[in-house]
């Protein structure tokens, strides 16, 4: 199972960024968990980040053919981006939604996700676990 897992903007502000709602961890501890979970249960993880919602899409229509599943964490695209929305219905590569904090128990405007209804599942308030069972979910899956 190969699976790209893409970071959107302001993620790699992870462990200065609003430490009380994300925690004090950074972004390459982020990373290092991804990797290490995904050779400990056996599957093939790259991690990709940007602050570009045009590259964030360049990301996922090129995972088409190159991955088997898709883990993206939009950020604050997550609640307007309908470029990320139609790339991630444009591939044939299943997407989980995946967020640190509870986005449903934050500010009205992140109770709305317009992406995630073009992924197979949404995960939030997890930390940084909820990319560890979305890898897990796509693995099994797989």
Known sequence: MKILIINGVNLNMLGSREPDVYGDRDYAALCAEIADFGAEIGAQVEVVQSNIEG???????GAAGNFDGIIINPGAYTHY??????ALRGVDVPAIEVHISNVHAREEFRHTSVTAAACVGQICGLGFDSYKLAIRYLNHVG
């Open 55 to 61: 590259e964030i899409v360049n990301f996922i229509q």
């Open 81 to 86: 981006s309908y470029a990320i929305s139609d």
